[in-house]
């Protein structure tokens, strides 16, 4: 069983649209990170937040972490091909040393 | 580019055989995660090390191992390989033994198991 899951699982969208990725828990996590992946390579991390409600920005991605810190999300606006690629989140706790990753959205842009 | 550099990048093995994984994390970066990421399993978290000790062990096999050594640098030791074992092998290093900070990912060695 996956400490986060991810919704949706598979995302096919024409470019130019919006979307949104979910990142859900029933624990809570002291910070979340956000990472994109591309086939072959690994992840590489767009964002961490670390602040129930904290909302940041990049580009025309903004990431949300909940205020009870179980859940995050990740909005795109208009989504360009360049944005295909899996995307993950990771919470890590107060405790322990585990980073601890979600099931993960498979993000494909038509161009 | 992360800073974290896994070698080899493509690894090709028979059934029964052992092979090592070998992992420089980035500059000042104590700790040092190993993933394994298949197509049906996601990314799962194998084992940890900071500065040279176990700090935490997730779903590794007893047939795999790990360590890391003074210079930091980290090994993950595969032995009497299935071919169920294929997979993409991460290596993720971080500052800070604790989970909250973020983890910098290796480019990955891919294993097929043939």
């Known amino acids: 069983t996956q400490l986060l899951e991810q919704s949706p699982q598979f995302l096919s969208i024409q470019e130019g649209e919006n979307l949104t990725v979910y990142c859900n828990s029933s624990s809570v996590f002291s910070s979340l990170q956000w990472y994109r992946q591309e086939p072959g390579e690994g992840p590489v991390l767009l964002v961490t937040?670390?602040?129930?409600?904290e909302v940041k920005k990049l580009k025309r991605l903004t990431f949300q972490f909940g205020d009870a810190r179980k859940d995050s999300s990740l909005h795109i606006t208009a989504a360009q091909p360049g944005d295909t690629g899996l995307y993950l989140c990771a919470g890590a706790k107060y405790t322990g040393n585990q980073f601890y990753f979600g099931t993960g959205t498979s993000l494909t842009v038509i161009p | 580019d992360s800073g974290v550099t896994q070698t080899p990048k493509h690894l090709i093995t028979a059934t029964g055989q052992r092979v090592t994984l070998r992992c420089s994390p980035r500059?000042?970066?104590?700790?040092v995660y190993w993933y394994q990421q298949s197509l049906d399993q996601g990314l799962q978290f194998l084992i940890q090390y900071y500065n040279g000790e176990e700090r935490a062990k997730g779903n590794i096999l007893e047939r795999f191992s790990a360590q890391q050594f003074p210079d930091l640098h980290s090994e993950l030791n595969l032995s009497s390989l299935e071919l169920g074992d294929s997979a993409l092998y991460f290596c993720?290093?971080?500052?800070?033994?604790?989970?909250?900070?973020?983890?910098?990912f290796g480019q990955g060695t891919r294993l097929t198991v043939v």
């Open positions: 937040v670390v602040t129930g409600g």
């Open positions: 500059s000042g970066d104590l700790s």
């Open positions: 993720a290093s971080s500052v800070q033994s604790r989970g909250n900070t973020e983890a910098f």
